[in-house]
C-alpha cells in the first residue's frame, strides 16, 4: 500500500475555484492509477474523477464533467484536483486513492489506499 495525505480543502462561495493535492508516500506511486472520491454528511462515497498511471485514462463523474480537472506530477509522487465553478453541492470530504493497477477504475473496490480526506465546503 501507499501513504497518501491530501491538502488544499476548504471554504469557498459558489462560482470559486480550489485545487486539491495529494502526495503519496511509499509504494512505488509512477506505475499506479489514481483518483479523487467524494463523501458528503449522510452519503455514500462516490466516485469524481480518475486518472492512468501515465496522465490517460481521465474520466469524470457527469456531475463534475466540465468544472474539474485531474492532473498528476509523476516526479512529484502528486495527483492534483483542479475545481473551477463550485456549487454548493459539491460540498463533501474529498478523498485522494491509489489503485491496485495501473488502469483506473471508477469502483471503490479497485482503490486499495486511502487517504485522510480535505473538507470542501461550498457556499451559496
Known amino acids: 500500500q501507499v501513504n497518501l495525505v491530501e491538502s488544499g480543502g476548504g471554504l469557498v462561495q459558489a462560482g470559486g475555484s480550489l485545487k486539491l493535492s495529494c502526495v503519496a508516500f511509499g509504494r512505488t506511486f509512477n506505475s499506479a492509477a489514481m483518483a479523487w472520491f467524494r463523501q458528503a454528511p449522510d452519503k455514500e462515497r462516490e466516485f469524481v474523477a480518475q486518472i492512468g498511471w501515465n496522465g490517460g485514462n481521465t474520466m469524470y463523474a457527469d456531475s463534475v464533467k466540465g468544472r474539474f480537472t485531474i492532473s498528476r506530477d509523476n516526479s512529484k509522487n502528486a495527483v492534483y484536483l483542479q475545481m473551477d465553478n463550485l456549487k454548493p453541492q459539491d460540498t463533501a470530504v474529498y478523498y485522494c486513492?491509489?489503485?491496485?493497477?495501473?488502469?483506473?477504475?471508477?469502483?471503490?473496490?479497485?482503490?486499495?489506499?486511502w487517504g485522510q480526506g480535505t473538507q470542501v465546503t461550498v457556499s451559496s
Open positions: 486513492a491509489a489503485g491496485r493497477g495501473s488502469i483506473p477504475s471508477t469502483m471503490r473496490s479497485f482503490y486499495d489506499s
